[in-house]
């Protein structure tokens, strides 16, 4: 007993060490503010208007038509986990750049919606290659923290969780042999791990993530109602009942009635 009592507490500890060494752990969902501060950089993209910040590496399209608008965001490698941090929100403040940073701005919320991608070329300033942590921000919230002239400013940010109106919504993409759907507008955790499409003929059948936030299966789903069960990264999961009627149409999106 006495042996096993020791391997038992050698196990406990090298467990620490490692859980240590891989770093903070980050909480989703309703605790999420309960987040610790971590560094990082900021610089934009686009302009004000921000028409170069739509059809992104997320799969969202028109991101006003989506409801995220310019309060958006493209994440570096180390923070876009190839796209399952897609949906997931943010809050960012400027700190110690007193040249640029504007007073008192407070803090900004914003959601992962695009990837910046590492540039290999030789040069000291890619900011978005690993293992660098960085935020390519839609003009629009960039200046709403300093001034557009300084570039790249010093941040501090922190998960948060999403607050989203209505329910989680569906668009439904693809051809008879092969459906895809964009599931987005998801409220607290935001980014989704993991998806599952009943039809009114089916059992329940797991899908693929194809892209981004865009999952797939290869099946002919057409002419039946369509339920979809969704977990997102702090293991809930929600079932939306007939979100989609039998007589849905591809490039159309439907609501499920509730969210996270």
Not at 18 to 30: D, E, N, S
Not at 55 to 70: E, P, T, W
Not at 141 to 150: E, P, V
């Amino acid at each position: 007993m006495a042996k096993f009592q020791n391997l038992f507490t050698w196990a406990v500890f090298m467990i620490t060490l490692l859980a240590q060494a891989m770093g903070k752990k980050i909480t989703v969902g309703a605790n999420a503010a309960h987040n610790d501060w971590d560094n990082a950089h900021a610089t934009f993209y686009g302009d004000m208007g921000g028409a170069e910040t739509m059809q992104g590496a997320c799969g969202y399209g028109d991101l006003f038509q989506q409801g995220y608008g310019l309060e958006t965001t493209a994440l570096s490698t180390a923070l876009f986990n190839n796209g399952l941090t897609c949906g997931a929100c943010f809050e960012v403040m400027c700190v110690d750049d007193p040249q640029w940073c504007i007073p008192n701005s407070g803090t900004i919320k914003i959601t992962a919606t695009n990837f910046c991608p590492p540039n290999w070329d030789p040069a000291p300033d890619h900011w978005c290659n690993p293992p660098m942590k960085h935020f390519d921000l839609s003009m629009a919230m960039f200046t709403k923290l300093a001034q557009a002239k300084a570039g790249i400013i010093p941040i501090k940010y922190r998960r948060v969780p999403c607050s989203k109106k209505g329910g989680v919504k569906f668009e439904l993409k693809g051809n008879p042999f092969w459906l895809a759907v964009l599931v987005y507008n998801v409220g607290r955790a935001g980014d989704v791990t993991s998806v599952r499409i009943r039809g009114s003929k089916t059992d329940w059948l797991q899908m693929s993530r194809n892209w981004g936030q865009i999952w797939q299966i290869g099946s002919n789903m057409v002419g039946q109602s369509l339920s979809f069960q969704v977990t997102t990264s702090d293991g809930r999961t929600r079932k939306f009942d007939n979100v989609a009627p039998g007589d849905w149409q591809f490039g159309q999106t439907y609501e499920g009635k509730n969210n996270f």
